[in-house]
């Protein structure tokens, strides 16, 4: 299916590895031209290389901290009118005891998954409002809609990211600019593997061994991680011309573990 993209310019902020890189590569394969923001210099640079000797499609690095004021200018010098505009940031870690969780750590959760995003919406829709055509897509979490204790620092904040899209796409709509986001649960990603490694090191595991110990113990209906890949697809998907209809909205991806209906 041609999603109607070919020749957009795509800005992926986070998308040197993970769910980034997965709707990076999925963008790449539909022909979009890609601006991949990432810190570390080397990942970046062979995500690119690997993307574009696949795709053919051109793909750009850019070497910034997407969460700063000083990364989020470089970023956009480099893409500032894009026509696709994904956001994605590492995760957190996962949390204990919540009482143990320190202001500080909160406020930096804020400061990038939900004021970063926010900062870039209002600088590549003014753009978008003008040519009347624009997809923006979060990559976010499950944890927004199904809080758990674990979560505290991923879930609030892109909860609240979630509401602040919904709002601002009614204004949007009129445009043909959509905004919408993806609620990723587990996915195999080199930050699931870190947080991985080292439980199943100390259980005696392998990695893959200790995936199957978690899906069982959270009851994942599928059995098993998602893919980043995958996801990807369906962040292309969303940034189609046929989803010009669809906006404001926050899907689940998490193996069936939700238990709501909508």
Known sequence: MDLGIKGRKALVNGGSAGMGRGAALALARE?????????????????????????????????????????????????????IF??????PPFTGDF????????????????????????AVSVPMIERRWGRI??????????PAAMRVLSGP????????CHAISKE?????????????GMHHTPGIEEMMGPRAAANGRTYDEEVASFVKAVRIPAGRFGDAEDLGALVAMFCSAQASFLTGQSLVIDGGMGTSIF
């Open 31 to 83: 022909g979009a031209e890609v601006f991949i923001a990432a810190r570390g210099a080397e990942r970046l640079e062979a995500t690119c290389a690997a993307i574009a000797a696949e795709t053919g499609a051109t793909a750009h690095p850019i070497v910034a901290d997407h969460a700063s004021d000083e990364g989020r200018a470089a970023i956009l010098a480099a893409c500032p009118d894009p026509d």
């Open 86 to 91: 994904v956001a994605t940031c590492a995760p």
């Open 99 to 122: 009482r143990d969780v320190s202001r500080e750590e909160f406020e930096r959760s804020v400061a990038t998954a939900l004021l970063s995003p926010i900062d870039y919406i209002k």
């Open 137 to 146: 897509v979060n990559i976010s979490t499950g944890a927004a809609k199904y």
């Open 157 to 164: 904040p892109r909860a609240a990211l979630a509401n602040y």
């Open 172 to 184: 949007l709509a009129r445009f043909n600019v959509t905004v919408n986001s993806v609620l990723p």
